[in-house]
């Protein structure tokens, strides 16, 4: 799977993401920092920055464009996660999906259909999951970059 740039684009709150960075990102080392899901709507909330090409006297990238982003998910229509708490971001991708998925796999309740948007993230430590939802909002909390 890969992200629909376009699609984030097109979100609320999603040109400012990609206006921060500098293009859409990945996510890839953001730490996951909270979820809520309360009332039918569900949030994830994810310490991101942006890696430069450059290099400290250590030879460790510097990072920069350090945020907070939130992403709100309303009408949530089905969730999936597994692991343990503490999580490293390896990848979050958001699409609008193509079909409707099986039914099998939501039991209790009508489940993701065609046309709700996806955002699922992997993990290189601990929780990975998906969401899906009829509506997405992404809301960009910039951080004071260090002196």
């Not at 949530?76 to 409707?100: K, M, N, Q, Y």
């Not at 039991?107 to 993990?123: L, Q, S, W």
Request: one cysteine or more.
């Amino acid at each position: 799977m890969t992200t629909d740039k376009a699609l984030v684009a097109s979100l609320p709150g999603g040109q400012a993401v990609i206006k921060w960075f500098g293009f859409c990102p990945s996510f890839h080392d953001a730490t996951l920092d909270g979820i809520t899901i309360a009332g039918g709507n569900a949030s994830l909330t994810l310490g991101a920055f942006r890696m430069t090409d450059r290099t400290d006297e250590e030879g460790y990238f510097i990072l920069d464009r350090h945020a907070q982003v939130v992403i709100h998910m309303r009408r949530v229509t089905g969730l999936s996660l597994t692991g343990d708490a503490a999580s490293i971001i390896s990848e979050l991708t958001v699409r609008r999906l193509p079909a409707t998925p099986d039914r099998s796999e939501w039991p209790t309740c009508t489940g993701p259909a065609a046309g709700d948007i996806e955002v699922a993230f992997g993990t290189s430590i601990g929780l990975t999951g998906s969401f899906y939802a009829g509506d997405v909002e992404f809301e960009l909390r910039p951080a004071e970059e260090p002196a």
